[in-house]
């Protein structure tokens, strides 16, 4: 191990990095160089595409005729169990970097989020079809479950190695002609995608001659049920407070009545829940992670009663603190995929410290939790639009043709008129152009 790196573990690092926001790009990275988040040729690649380029990117996907590019930031102030962390997170809309930060920092007040999970379980499918008789044929599947899971997992011999493999054959009954055998797989670091879906193609012949049917359809569920994390916190009255709501008690039962709102409104829950996916979804972005089966998993997990619920509960816990806990399905991977062709989310893991795809799956779910909040404050208090629009300023600012400080000068005085329009964004531009050259 280098000298460098050596002092690196003798440093503890702050997830508070006072007035980062006010940065510029150039400095953000100095100073995450500066407090060892970084190390300086990776804060350098972060200045550009940092070796992606379009043979990287052809080999990943088809039809390639470009580059596309999302704006990467990091999310301040997180401490998951105990530790602090930056949260990279790749993202289009503005609010959704400062709203995580904000909360991140309210909940830090009460010792930041607690983790926990379920194994790295992804779960393959063998439709049957045509099946004579359910009860013999679930009979004779069972009866032969320990041989199918020896079968599979010698068809694993790599992943078995790694301390994965196939755990565990469940039958289910869809109709009267019609069964679907579940294989889980434990997967380790990896999606297991492509893994499982090659299991399932192994075993169907087997599975349908056991159940005299045929199989069906060959691949794995993206409602990863037995892949949950569990992500709490709890955040004291006193930290809930501010100018404007200085008890944090009534900003706290505004909270808990926004909650309500969402348990019995399906229209409301699933705005309540987009929340929780901003922050979810710009974690697995930047970390090259598939959170198109995470969102499916998520919205039918919320479903799992038959009715549409919110993914998060927010609830008065002891000493009038505001308790939260998030609870979905969150399968992710840190190996193979992007994490081993894309450079910029190998550096995203590497900065986030992510050490296991369990790891990454409760730093995303930390992430979910404190955009949720939030929004949950925002909306309870102030308005969803005031902090929202402050930012868009700034997208209305740059798209005029400010630079610099001219950026600053220009959304300052949009968001003070409450005006977001770009013909007035390009008068202001005009007159403090006009201001600063007449100073000099």
Known sequence: MSEDNIKSLKVKRSSRLSGFY??????????LVESRWLAPEDAEACAGLGGFDEACADAMVENVIGL???????ALNFVVDGQDRLVPMAVEEPSIIAAASYAARLCAEGGGFSVTADGPITTAQVQLLDVPQLEAAEAALRAQTEALLAEANALLGNMCARGGGARELEVR?????TLVVHVHVDTRDAMGANLVNSLAEHLAPRLASLSGGRAGLKILTNLADRRKVYVRVKVPSAALASERFPDGAVVREAILEAQRFADLDP???VTHNKGVMNGVDAVLVACGNDWRAVEAGAHAYASRFGVYRPLTSWREGPEGALVG??????????VGGAARTHPGVQRALKLAG?????DLAGLAGAAGL?????????????GIQKGHMALHARRVAAEVGAKGELVECVAERLSRERVYRPERAREILAEEVHRKGASR
């Open 22 to 31: 006010r940065e510029t790009p150039e400095r953000r990275r100095k100073r």
């Open 68 to 74: 596309h590019g999302l704006p990467l930031g990091v």
């Open 173 to 177: 009954v869809l109709d009267a002609t």
């Open 267 to 269: 229209y409301r829950a």
């Open 325 to 334: 806990l998030l609870v979905m399905p969150l399968a992710t991977s840190t």
């Open 354 to 358: 992510v050490t296991s795809a369990v």
């Open 370 to 382: 404190a955009t949720n909040l939030a929004a949950l404050k925002a909306l309870s208090t102030e």
